[in-house]
């Protein structure tokens, strides 16, 4: 297994990664704001769970298998890019609905259980769908490992759970501070529309970003 300075180390690196700009932080962040903090760790759940199928395939050679078939990659990313554009297509329709202050609140503070599990798929279908994310999880995660302490597998496994909990830090902060900013947003009809169209004008872009990438 690695050594607790190798997963110290490995856990700066991933909170730095999770830093970074990117379609998944953006995704976040967005959704947190339109639907509320709440809502938004769901999908942070959601795509944690994607690192954990991610982590698993790399671990198990899976990934390798899928990063030689360029029909595999190809697939992928149209259903990636097909879904993106659903989603921004239902947020340029989404409505504006001002609620006053405490029933928006309250709103806040409840996430059915339904609606809790729709962004936790919502989360792990933008993380799954996006084929760059496993070749570079492919890349990346065995560059950690080291033969001498034992297994590779089990240590990439490791490697991906610390991965995991870096990036539901990062982004669990992120949702929190944009879902609070969001409410604020909320109160506005007019402030509630450019919202969404702001975030159905970054789902098509990625959309077309992901559908245009290359292996």
């Not at 890349?139 to 490992?145: C, R, S, T, V």
Request: aromatic residues 10%; hydrophobic residues 60%; positive net charge.
């Amino acid at each position: 297994m690695p050594s607790l300075e190798s997963l110290t180390a490995f856990f700066g690196v991933a909170v730095l990664l999770a830093l970074s700009p990117g379609p998944d932080n953006v995704f976040v962040l967005l959704q947190s704001a339109q639907k509320g903090w709440r809502a938004g760790l769901a999908v942070v759940l959601g795509l944690c769970g994607g690192i954990l199928v991610h982590t698993t395939a790399v671990a198990l050679g899976l990934a390798a298998v899928f990063a030689a078939s360029a029909a595999a990659f190809t697939a992928l990313k149209w259903c990636g890019a097909a879904y993106l554009a659903y989603l921004a297509w239902g947020a340029l329709r989404a409505p504006s609905s001002v609620s006053d202050g405490p029933v928006l609140q309250a709103r806040d503070q409840r996430l059915p259980v339904r609606e809790a599990l729709r962004m936790v798929g919502r989360g792990l279908v933008m993380n799954l769908t996006n084929p760059k994310v496993l070749i570079f999880f492919l890349a990346f995660l065995p560059q950690f490992a080291n033969p001498a302490h034992g297994p590779v597998a089990p240590q990439i496994a490791a490697f991906g759970a610390v991965f995991m909990v870096a990036t539901f830090l990062v982004f669990g902060a992120i949702a929190c501070f944009s879902g609070v900013f969001g409410t604020v947003l909320q109160r506005s009809a007019r402030a509630q529309w450019w919202l969404n169209r702001l975030a159905g004008v970054v789902f098509l872009g990625m959309a077309v970003r992901l559908a245009t990438v290359q292996r």
